[in-house]
């Protein structure tokens, strides 16, 4: 008799304000069109709490067909000082012209787009191991000068 794997569920862990800097194009490269993003900071609210730190970056792709691959890494500091490693990794894609709205930092309903990623969190405190211990994914939301998501843990 074989066990039957458990179908995941998910289960909402925290919410995410990213504050973004200027974009910094670096035109078409061998893997595509590099875009990088840096992250000025921000905050990570409700289970989990921390500022988000200056110095992280979304290290983008922008495809032929307007999509985007995501690569963000950064760093946030809860209030106790605990320091957590977030690693960030998704897609952003939709009709194209809501794409360029996007990309002019227009206001979109974020229905109207595809934003998901997937997190990883590396901590050496103990207190919070069970986030080192877990997969998120997230729903993501593309403003003028920030992200916002709803990250979930999949149970």
Do not use: K, M, N
């Given at each position: 008799m074989s066990?039957?794997?458990?179908?995941?569920g998910l289960e909402h862990a925290f919410d995410?304000?990213?504050?973004?800097?200027?974009?910094?194009?670096y035109g078409v490269t061998r893997v595509g069109h590099r875009r990088v993003v840096p992250i000025i900071g921000g905050r990570i609210s409700g289970g989990l709490d921390a500022?988000?730190?200056?110095?992280?970056?979304?290290?983008?792709?922008?495809?032929?067909?307007?999509?985007?691959?995501?690569d963000g890494r950064y760093s946030a500091r809860t209030d106790a000082g605990e320091l957590l490693y977030?690693?960030?990794?998704?897609?952003?894609?939709?009709?194209p012209a809501v794409l360029e709205a996007l990309l002019r930092g227009e206001s979109v309903e974020?229905?109207?787009?595809?934003?998901?990623?997937?997190?990883?969190?590396?901590t050496s405190a103990p207190r919070l191991a069970e986030y080192e211990q877990a997969l998120?994914?997230?729903?993501?939301?593309?403003?003028?000068?920030?992200?916002?998501?709803?990250?979930?843990?999949?149970?």
């Open positions: 066990a039957t794997p458990v179908v995941p995410v304000v990213v504050d973004l800097g200027p974009l910094d194009d500022e988000i730190l200056t110095g992280g970056a979304d290290w983008q792709v922008l495809c032929s067909d307007g999509s985007i691959e995501i977030l690693q960030v990794s998704g897609v952003r894609s939709g009709p974020a229905s109207e787009y595809y934003f998901r990623t997937t997190l990883r969190i590396e998120f994914v997230a729903s993501c939301v593309r403003e003028a000068d920030h992200v916002r998501y709803a990250a979930y843990r999949l149970t």
